[in-house]
Structures are given as structure tokens and as C-alpha cells.
């Protein structure tokens, strides 16, 4: 099994956190891609770092939403979602000018559905809600949205559920709070709030894949919101391999056997192309 007493050992220095990642030569870039490329099954693991190239901002990095606006973190309650008006009326608001509805993927993402291309990702498991791996290319039925999507609306009430566009088209016209026309319940992004529980399959499908892996990739994740941050804990006693690229520590570096702070659409570029050259090898 991969891994060990000597985890990261084999890799000697990490990458230069102020490196700019420009081809597949760099040593633990190579390393990381031959892994990939005699990999069994590899499981991706993203978070917000991942869009960010995109023009979506994370939440806690320098330039993250709770760094410029600490108070915005109410709006993430679900106990002030159901309690306040107000704050409903401004995350229907913020959700209307989401810039997750504008912009496309990035390298980071088509990356990864290049590795799924080459049948060397079985599974991406995701925090972010923005749809922006399966717009950059991967099978939607290899994602994994485990905090929910923005692009479609729920019923608090009933569960009805339907897409974003239409309910959004309300909140342009005037109305701050839009009700479910099936029974009149509370509706919003079919996305989780702190406070909610994940949808257990969803849970049960991002454990099944990671505890089945050899390789677990964690991108653009501080690994610290849970239940999610105990995959790698999950994919570690199981004898697999971590890769960690993010821009910030997270509380898994030094459990990983390789971590890199490189750009993750850069490194993400330059492992496909590690890995294409290990498998022409």
C-alpha cells in the first residue's frame, strides 16, 4: 500500500510555495503524475480554491468573502434564514448577482476532466456549489455536490425542487422572498447552510469513493469544514496516497505525501501532462 511511516519522505523538499509552476519537469510534479498514472482509483476533493481563477472569491483567504466581509457569515445560518426576512431578501439578492452564473470554468477544472478523459479519475467529490466541473467537462455523474448546487431551488417545506432560473426571474421582478407555489413553504438554494445536515447519499457516495481510492487529490480545500474534512482521514487509514494543492497550510500537510501552493489550474496542467508522458512511457 502507499504511504507509511516515511509519508512525503520520498519527495525531499515541497514546492517552492512562491514557484511558478511552467512544466511537468518539476520533481514532485512528476512524482505526483506517476502516481496518478499507476493509480488503481483516484478521487478528486475540491473546494473554493478551485474556482477562484474563475472569478468566484473563497470564503476564507486573503481576498475571501469572510476575510472583506466578516459579517456576512450570518447569511450562511440556516437559523437566520428560516427567523429573518432580511436576511432572506439579501441572499436572494446575493444569489441573483452570483458571479457563479457568468462565469466559466478554468484550467484547474478542465484539468481535472482531462484526467477523467484519460480514465484516471474515478470520482470528484466537491464543496462548491458553482456547477463549474461540469461545465469545464466532467461526467456529472462522477461529481459529487456535497454541499448542494446554486443552480437549483428547494422547498423547505415539501422538497420540491426545481431549477434556479425561474425562482431567480421573481426576485429580479420585485419579489424579496419567493414562496413555493406547490404549499407556500420557505424555498432556497438547494445549497447546505451551516446548520443543515448533507444529504446522507450524497455523504454515503463521497465516503464509498474515498475509503475505495489509492490516491485521494485535495484541491483548492482548507480541509477544515466538516463533515468533509474527515475524507482524508478516511482515504489515509485506508492506505492511500494524499496530494494536497492549496494556496493556505491546511490541517492535513503534514500527514500528505505531497503538498503543493502552486496555482492549482498551473499544477493541475502540468500533472496531465505528467501523466500522458508516464503512460506513453
Known amino acids: 500500500m502507499p504511504g507509511g511511516p516515511d509519508r512525503g519522505a520520498r519527495l525531499g523538499s515541497r514546492l517552492n510555495p512562491e ?99 484519460r480514465d484516471r479519475l474515478h470520482a470528484l467529490v466537491t464543496q462548491n456549489i458553482d456547477g463549474l466541473h461540469q461545465a469545464g467537462g466532467s461526467d456529472p455523474d462522477r461529481v459529487i455536490e456535497i454541499h448542494g448546487t446554486i443552480h437549483e431551488v428547494v422547498c423547505l417545506s415539501c422538497d420540491r425542487r426545481v431549477p434556479a432560473g425561474p425562482v431567480l426571474q421573481q426576485v429580479a421582478d420585485g419579489d424579496p422572498d419567493p414562496r413555493c407555489p406547490a404549499c407556500g413553504g420557505l424555498q432556497k438554494s438547494a445549497t447546505v447552510s451551516f446548520g443543515q445536515s448533507l444529504e446522507p447519499a450524497l455523504l454515503q457516495r463521497a465516503h464509498d469513493a474515498v475509503i475505495g481510492c489509492d490516491l ?7 480541509l477544515v469544514v466538516h463533515p468533509v474534512a474527515l475524507l482524508p482521514r478516511t482515504a489515509l487509514e485506508a492506505g492511500a496516497r494524499l496530494v494536497i494543492i492549496n494556496a493556505e497550510d491546511t490541517p492535513y500537510d503534514d500527514r500528505a505525501d505531497a503538498v503543493l501552493r502552486a496555482d492549482a489550474g498551473e499544477v493541475l496542467s502540468a500533472i496531465v501532462a505528467g501523466v500522458d508522458n508516464h503512460q506513453q512511457a
Open 216 to 222: 485521494l487529490l485535495a484541491v483548492g480545500t482548507s
Open 19 to 117: 514557484a511558478c509552476v511552467d512544466t511537468a519537469e518539476e520533481p514532485i510534479i512528476d512524482e505526483v503524475a506517476a502516481w496518478i498514472a499507476s493509480a488503481r482509483q483516484v478521487v478528486a476533493l475540491t473546494g473554493a480554491g478551485v474556482s477562484t481563477a474563475s472569478g468566484i472569491p473563497d470564503f476564507r483567504g486573503p481576498d475571501g468573502l469572510w476575510t472583506k466581509e466578516p459579517d456576512s457569515q450570518r447569511l450562511f445560518s440556516i437559523d437566520a434564514y428560516l427567523s429573518d426576512p432580511e436576511v432572506r431578501a439579501e441572499v436572494w439578492q446575493r444569489r441573483l448577482h452570483n458571479p457563479a452564473f457568468s462565469v466559466g470554468p478554468n484550467a484547474a477544472h478542465t484539468a481535472l476532466a482531462a484526467l477523467e478523459d
